[in-house]
């Protein structure tokens, strides 16, 4: 079992950043790869990012490459998404997931078993 608690969203003008922060419990966090999705309101969730157990592989969503990172830090059990040249239509509800996978990525979110609640950010023009 595993748990997800998200958190570092919140309200920046347009242009601006975010780093999103996402905590997992288990000692065994690098077994599994974790992705970054989004809702915005009255749209179905979308694909962010995501990132292999070991971190050696990433692969993002057309719309935020060259302007969203993920990385992650086993030591710390955390998985972030920095957030940059935010614009409005990346308003939304922020949420990590996490799936068994040393070395390979998903961006599929019906193969993610573990959700965690969400982080709000509003990107104001």
């Known amino acids: 079992q595993v748990q997800l608690v998200e958190s570092g969203g919140g309200l920046v003008q347009a242009g601006g950043s975010l780093r999103l922060s996402c905590a997992a419990s288990g000692r065994t966090f690098s077994y599994y790869a974790m992705g970054w999705f989004r809702q915005a309101p009255g749209k179905e969730r979308e694909f962010v990012a995501t990132i292999s157990g070991y971190g050696g592989t990433t692969y993002y969503a057309d719309s935020v490459k060259g302007r969203f990172t993920i990385s992650r830090d086993n030591a710390k059990n955390t998985v972030y998404l920095q957030m940059n040249s935010l614009k409005p239509e990346d308003t939304a509800v922020y949420f990590c997931?996490?799936?068994?996978?040393?070395?390979?990525?998903?961006?599929?979110?019906?193969?993610?078993?573990?959700w965690g609640q969400g982080t709000q950010v509003t990107v104001s023009s």
């Open positions: 997931a996490a799936r068994p996978g040393r070395y390979d990525y998903q961006y599929n979110e019906n193969q993610y078993n573990y």
